[in-house]
């Protein structure tokens, strides 16, 4: 039910009932139920009494908050694992160079979801190897929020050849122990990202996507 949401086929403003839904997802009502209580809790859906879900959309301005949350503790997230022992900050940045390195082979390839699916990999490894389990979890929803707009304009912005390039600089400071540069690095990722996206999305004049 998440991934039909998070790949739109239960777009912003699709409403459906429990009964509904377990029909298209050959479930039970209990798991769908017990489903829809959760992502209401992380934001993407709102319950209505009798009537099932209503899938919320984002405008600009959730973009921009959630952005905010993400450049916040991304950064934290990369100054822990900078802190961390020289075997675990090893251990972490191989996990972060193998993502980039699977970016990398789908631009090759010019293979955008791909590329996508690499670039999560990456930010999901980030927030997972800086020991902040609460931390972690607040990534993983925020950027589940964020996931349907970043995949609406990936064929609408400009080939991403950069987000490796901000990749390694992310990775050399967690390998060289730097708290600051690291944390620098990955904020300034994000801010790259935001500061191309919100124009798009207002250049396309999309308030609910």
């Given amino acids: 039910m998440k991934r039909a949401i998070l790949e739109n086929t239960y777009p912003p403003g699709y409403q459906a009932g429990e009964m509904e839904v377990a029909r298209q997802l050959s479930m039970s009502r209990t798991p769908v139920h017990e489903a829809m209580t959760r992502l209401q809790e992380e934001g993407l859906v709102r319950i209505l009494p009798k009537r099932g879900i209503l899938v919320l959309g984002l405008s600009p301005a959730d973009v921009a908050d959630i952005y905010d949350v993400i450049i916040a503790l991304e950064g934290a997230a990369a100054e822990r694992i900078a802190r961390m022992p020289g075997p675990e900050r090893a251990r972490a940045a191989e996990v972060l160079e193998v993502c980039t390195g699977d970016m990398d082979a789908a631009l090759r390839q010019g293979d955008r979801p791909a590329w996508a699916k690499a670039d999560r990999a990456f930010h999901d490894a980030l927030s997972h190897a800086c020991g902040n389990a609460r931390l972690d979890r607040i990534v993983g929803t925020v950027a589940d929020q964020l996931h349907r707009a970043r995949m609406f304009t990936l064929s609408l912005r400009p080939l ?40 798009l999305l207002q250049e396309l004049r999309l308030s609910n996507i």
Avoid: F, M
Avoid at 161 to 190: K, W, Y
């Fill in 160 to 199: 991403p050849t950069a987000s490796a390039i901000d990749h390694a600089a992310i990775i050399a400071a967690v390998r060289a122990g730097d708290p600051e540069a690291a944390s620098l690095a990955a904020r300034t990722h994000r801010l790259k990202a935001r500061d191309q996206l919100l124009p």
